[in-house]
Every structure is written in structure tokens, then in C-alpha cells.
């Protein structure tokens, strides 16, 4: 059984920052890929950031140049930087990772005030 949990969500005001990190634990293997997906009210959940286990990163084009993704994998931890944040970007953070199969965290809120 493999658990990920969040951590790092909470209500800035645009043009702030925040930083999720996300932690693996429990019968771990490798994990070929690790990321973020987001979900708003009413809204399907989307990819936001996505980083191989060799370093390769994907970020959809409304957070490019915003968002930065890492991943530490002694720690079996992904982080997501989030800067100059948008009241867009509110929305429920979802942690991903990926080996045989996929797994994913309980959610974290991130609420941008505008």
C-alpha cells in the first residue's frame, strides 16, 4: 500500500507564492513519474506539472514561467514552487505518482485572493 500525502496549501493573495510538497510512504518502488494535477469547482481535473524520475518536466502552458517542479527521490518527495499566482489558480491540488500503478494524494486547497 502506497500513501501520498500533501502539504503547503493555503489562501495567499495574487501575485504570491506557495510551495506543495508532496511525500510517499509505504511499500514504494521506483516511481517512473511524479506530479500535480488540479481540480476547480465544477471543472475536470487537469495536469499542472508532471517530472520523470530522471528529471524531464511537462507544465501545462497556463503555469509555465509561474510554477516550478522537483522531486527528491531519496525523500520520495515532489515539490511544486508556485509563484505569481493568479485567483485562476485556486483550485484543489492533487499529488500524482506513477509506477505500476497509479497512485494519488487526498488533495490540498490552494485559494488565491484577488
Known amino acids: 500500500q502506497v500513501q501520498l500525502v500533501e502539504s503547503g496549501g493555503g489562501l495567499v493573495q495574487a501575485g504570491g507564492s506557495l510551495r506543495l510538497s508532496c511525500t510517499a510512504s509505504?511499500?514504494?518502488?521506483?516511481?517512473?513519474?511524479m506530479g500535480w494535477y488540479r481540480q476547480a469547482p465544477g471543472k475536470q481535473r487537469d495536469l499542472v506539472a508532471s517530472?520523470?524520475?530522471?528529471?524531464?518536466?511537462n507544465y501545462a502552458d497556463s503555469v509555465k514561467g509561474r510554477f516550478t517542479i522537483s522531486r527528491d527521490n531519496a525523500k520520495n518527495t515532489v515539490y511544486l514552487q508556485m509563484n505569481s499566482l493568479k485567483p485562476e489558480d485556486t483550485a484543489v491540488y492533487y499529488c500524482?505518482?506513477?509506477?505500476?500503478?497509479?497512485?494519488w494524494g487526498r488533495g490540498t486547497q490552494v485559494t488565491v485572493s484577488s
Open positions: 509505504g511499500r514504494i518502488f521506483r516511481f517512473n513519474a
Open positions: 500524482n505518482a506513477q509506477a505500476l500503478n497509479t497512485y
Open positions: 517530472i520523470t524520475s530522471g528529471g524531464s518536466t
